[in-house]
């Protein structure tokens, strides 16, 4: 049984031996990271019996990997939440980030608010 990762990592191996465009390579990646994050809010009891401190050597293996073809995964430390980015590896330009960062600023402030809207109903 394979993963959603290991499907995305096959996907973008055999999709750099065929020698596609730019914009292929980031659509397929995209595509890829949607299907994972679908297929992860399926599983969301498996995945929260998961530690954070579980996931950090498997993203550091992940990152070794995937950096030579632009792509970078960071656990976020307010919501503990993966964070993925798309970077111009000749730049080092963020391309796309996902979730992006105005969605990330506005989940930190909502945590922050949630504890006074929950005592202000009490």
Same mark, same amino acid.
Request: glycine share 4%.
């Given at each position: 049984?394979?993963? %959603?990762? *290991?499907?995305?990592?096959?996907?973008?191996?055999?999709?750099?031996? &065929?020698?596609?465009? %730019?914009?292929?390579?980031?659509?397929?990646?995209?595509?890829?990271?949607?299907?994972?994050?679908?297929?992860?809010?399926?599983? $969301?009891? *498996?995945?929260?019996?998961?530690?954070? $401190?579980?996931?950090?050597? %498997?993203?550091?293996?992940?990152?070794?990997?995937?950096?030579?073809?632009?792509?970078?995964?960071?656990?976020?430390?307010?919501?503990?939440?993966?964070? *993925?980015?798309?970077?111009?590896?000749?730049?080092?330009?963020?391309? &796309?980030?996902? %979730?992006?960062?105005?969605?990330?600023?506005?989940?930190? &402030?909502?945590?922050?608010?949630?504890?006074?809207?929950?005592?202000?109903?009490?």
């Amino acid at each position: 049984m394979t993963s %959603p990762l *290991t499907d995305m990592i096959t996907t973008l191996s055999s999709a750099s031996s &065929r020698n596609p465009t %730019p914009q292929q390579r980031l659509d397929s990646t995209l595509t890829q990271l949607s299907i994972m994050d679908s297929s992860s809010t399926q599983q $969301g009891s *498996t995945a929260e019996s998961i530690s954070k $401190g579980e996931l950090v050597e %498997p993203l550091q293996r992940i990152n070794a990997a995937m950096r030579p073809r632009g792509l970078e995964f960071e656990m976020s430390e307010q919501s503990s939440r993966i964070i *993925t980015r798309v970077i111009d590896r000749e730049s080092g330009e963020i391309i &796309r980030q996902i %979730p992006a960062e105005e969605v990330v600023q506005i989940a930190k &402030r909502l945590e922050e608010v949630q504890g006074s809207l929950i005592s202000l109903e009490a």
